[in-house]
């Protein structure tokens, strides 16, 4: 039996919802020597949303120990950054081996929220995994988490609860020229923006 509901996710050819969102901001991968804003991104969280993050409660040390601990290697920070913070973040993190299953955690700071960058971070997570060749990505979170089971709903994924938790799961395809194109189309916007600012018409 399956643990959970699993969804095929073709994510070049279903956006449920539009692609952009309204903010401000940029989405770009995070690089290593940017961990520290990562960090202070989770440390504006507040013990709420901290719970909600990481389904159980994280001190500030906590917290700054899971940003130390990041396999880059083994996973990707996708970020959203407004005047050079970020305020909303993806982490995707994958098993090693030839199987690859991977899990995405997601965060975006209360005065950003509701504006589509949750979605537009998740739908970015899942492109960079399926790039990645992981096969199947798990999202977990707390049953009473709407947003969450909403943001999720946007890009057709269902949720499950079990043992006091929501679980979905996304299979996905393996990369082809769209999504390797789509990535690289989406980083090189997300750098222009985060440097030079969004296009004004
Ligand atoms: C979950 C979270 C990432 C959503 O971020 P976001 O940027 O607001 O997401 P979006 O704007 O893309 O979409 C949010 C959706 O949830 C809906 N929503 C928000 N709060 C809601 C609530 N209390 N009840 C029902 N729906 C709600 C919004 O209306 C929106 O849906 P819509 O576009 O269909 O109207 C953000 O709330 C968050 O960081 N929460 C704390 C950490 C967390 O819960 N992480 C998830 C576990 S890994």
New binding site residues.
């Given amino acids: 039996m399956e643990r959970f509901t699993t969804t095929d996710l073709d994510l070049t050819q279903e956006p449920g919802?539009p692609r952009a969102?309204s903010a401000e901001g940029s989405i770009r991968r995070l690089w290593p020597v940017e961990s520290r804003l990562f960090a202070a991104h989770l440390l504006r969280?507040d013990a709420e949303?901290r719970l909600?993050?990481f389904?159980g409660y994280r001190n500030d040390e906590a917290v700054d120990a899971y940003v130390e601990s990041l396999d880059w290697f083994g996973g990707v920070v996708i970020a959203y950054f407004v005047a050079g913070e970020v305020r909303?973040a993806a982490h995707l993190s994958w098993t090693r081996g030839l199987v690859r299953t991977g899990e995405?955690?997601?965060?975006?700071?209360a005065p950003?929220?509701?504006?589509?960058?949750?979605?537009?971070l998740l739908r970015r997570a899942m492109t960079v995994a399926r790039n990645r060749f992981v096969s199947d990505v798990e999202?977990?979170?707390m049953p009473e988490?709407?947003?969450?089971r909403?943001?999720a709903a946007?890009l057709g994924l269902k949720w499950k609860i079990a043992s006091g938790q929501a679980e979905a799961a996304a299979r996905l395809r393996w990369p082809d020229q769209l999504s390797v194109f789509d990535e690289m189309l989406a980083e090189t916007e997300g750098l222009v923006r985060s440097s030079f600012g969004p296009a004004k018409i």
């Fill in positions: 919802t969102f969280l949303d909600l993050r389904q909303a995405i955690g997601l965060s975006v700071e950003f929220r509701r504006r589509g960058v949750g979605t537009a999202l977990l979170c988490n709407a947003a969450m909403r943001v946007h």
